[in-house]
């Protein structure tokens, strides 16, 4: 099974409302990411947290982690239409050098 | 900067036939990777290589080989491919000076084994 998984697998909300996914992990990280991915298109990068680190924030993203139940959360606040898009957290696994992807999580915001 | 760059963007094969999936970053990065993504699922590492030079093993390795050329290019390969290879294929690179650095991806080559 993958080194993330990711709940829920779909998520649907009305514009203006918070959109929380949440991600599991299996073994020790350096870091975690979250990243977009738009209709099979490329991955962008949202937000990357350090191992060493409980919480953080860009604009309207919220990570946090707690890498003593290996779980991670990312809040979209007041979401739009264009927040559509599948989200994936990735782990940077310590002791070497890959990155491994979650389930992810599809989300809907609707207008 | 053009980032990361896939060829080719689409590609049909018959099964068993062989095709190069080629990647390259302008970003001086020096780890790569190559991932596949099936449809409605996440990303699967296939081979990675954290410098150039080396090459490692990622989750589903089994039926391709890869080259790291040089420290821009990074190529896949699939020998003779099957239809369980149908998948759109993902290149990655990071710098990791000093680690906890993004990660940049291609557009993506979508490929049909027939």
């Known amino acids: 099974s993958q080194q993330g998984e990711e709940d829920p697998q779909a998520l649907s909300i009305q514009e203006g409302e918070n959109a929380t996914m949440n991600c599991s992990y299996k073994t020790s990280i350096n870091n975690l990411q979250w990243y977009r991915q738009n209709s099979g298109r490329g991955l962008v990068h949202l937000i990357l947290?350090?191992?060493?680190?409980r919480e953080k924030h860009s604009g309207r993203l919220r990570v946090t982690l707690d890498t003593s139940k290996k779980s991670s959360s990312l809040l979209i606040t007041a979401s739009r239409a264009a927040d559509t898009a599948s989200y994936f957290c990735?782990?940077?696994?310590?002791?070497?050098?890959?990155?491994?992807f979650g389930t992810g999580t599809r989300l809907k915001v609707l207008a | 900067n053009a980032g990361v760059t896939q060829t080719p963007k689409f590609q049909v094969l018959k099964t068993g036939q062989s095709m190069t999936l080629q990647c390259a970053q302008d970003m001086n990065h020096n780890s790569m990777y190559w991932y596949r993504q099936d449809p409605g699922m996440g990303l699967r590492l296939i081979y990675y290589s954290a410098s150039e030079g080396t090459t490692d093993k990622g989750e589903v390795p089994n039926g391709y080989n890869v080259s790291r050329l040089n420290k821009r290019e990074f190529s896949l390969r699939l020998e003779s491919a099957a239809p369980s290879q149908t998948s759109v294929y993902f290149c990655?690179?990071?710098?990791?000076?000093?680690?906890?650095?993004?990660?940049?991806f291609g557009q993506g080559t979508r490929l049909t084994v027939v």
């Open positions: 990655a690179s990071t710098s990791q000076t000093g680690r906890n650095t993004e990660a940049f």
């Open positions: 990735a782990t940077d696994l310590r002791g070497t050098y890959k990155y491994i």
């Open positions: 947290i350090r191992s060493n680190e």
